[in-house]
């Protein structure tokens, strides 16, 4: 018997490290999966993975930075499935480690958009389909930098603190209601999310590299993957409004 069976969940940016990861394993373990990327070749590339594992799983085009394709997920995992039992709000980009002083309002704006307002957007949807089955799991894939001052520049540190506070807040807020909203801050791990870090800004690379030279070791999406089946299973029922951080031990040194 599967930790998730007969669940139906979505999962955002899940074509690549760790929300593929998320997707694939929630699929193991029984829950439909409803695979949501900017990258659609990508997505239906886990699709077909998940299936020929003898999974159930669909695709779907989302840009999180777009209300309407925030709705159009939610809908679509309902008409698709019936229901929704659990949201993963994982797609995200890094900036290019531009402090304060060197960050444009065009690329602070798009790196909201995407890891804070798409995060509260996707939230603020399934919100309606859990209070009324009086149950439901979210699960923010946050960061370190989401509770430190500098494993990226002010942009995306600012992005992921926000997002705690959005975990924080459901988090107590639909207690009552048996809604569950906890968040997973990973240290390094080994993804795609390079390939979004662009123009880097030397000075801000620089001091963010104080802190880098301290990861013990880059950690895989798989166990990634593990601590997000936990929050989602019953088996963390008495877990709620938390980040729990999956680092290897990093910032314990500071
Ligand atoms: N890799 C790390 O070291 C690390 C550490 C801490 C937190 N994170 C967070 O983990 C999450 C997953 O990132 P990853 O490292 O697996 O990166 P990744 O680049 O491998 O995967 C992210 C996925 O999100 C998708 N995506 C990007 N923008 C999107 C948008 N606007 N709409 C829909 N999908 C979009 C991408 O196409 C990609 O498939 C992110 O929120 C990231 O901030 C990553």
């Known amino acids: 018997m599967g930790k998730l069976d007969g669940k139906v969940a979505i999962v955002t940016g899940a074509a690549s490290g ?16 409803v ?9 239906e590339t886990v699709v077909k993975e998940i299936k020929d594992n003898g999974g159930e799983s669909k695709a779907v085009k989302v840009n999180v930075a777009d209300v309407e394709d925030i709705n159009n997920m939610v809908d679509t995992a309902v008409q698709e499935y019936g229901t929704l039992d659990i949201l993963v709000n994982n797609a995200g980009i890094m900036d290019g480690m531009e402090p304060v002083g060197n960050i444009d309002d065009k690329k ?8 804070t307002k798409g995060v509260m957007r996707a939230m603020r949807k399934v919100l309606p ?5 009086g149950k439901g799991v979210i699960v923010n894939t946050i960061s370190t930098g989401g509770l430190n001052g500098s494993h990226a520049g002010v942009t995306y540190t600012a992005s992921k603190h926000a997002v705690v506070g959005i975990t924080k807040n459901t988090g107590f807020m639909y207690a009552n209601q048996g809604i569950r909203c906890n968040g997973i801050a990973p240290g390094a ?9 662009k123009n880097l800004d ?3 690379s620089n001091r963010q590299q104080l802190t880098g030279n301290l990861v013990p070791r880059i950690g895989k999406p798989e166990e990634i993957a593990n601590v997000a089946l936990f929050l ?3 088996e963390a029922s008495f877990v709620n409004g938390t980040v729990v951080t999956a680092d290897g031990g990093w910032t314990s040194a500071f």
């Open 129 to 133: 389909i859990f209070l009324e089955k």
């Open 18 to 33: 760790m929300g593929k990861a998320i997707a694939e394993l929630y699929a193991k373990e029984g829950a439909k999966v």
């Open 108 to 115: 602070w704006d798009l790196i909201f958009d995407i890891n």
């Open 232 to 234: 989602a299973s019953d």
């Open 189 to 197: 791990v080994e993804t795609n999310i390079g390939s979004t870090m």
């Open 35 to 43: 695979v949501v990327d900017l990258n659609l070749e990508g997505a």
């Open 202 to 204: 030397e000075f801000g």
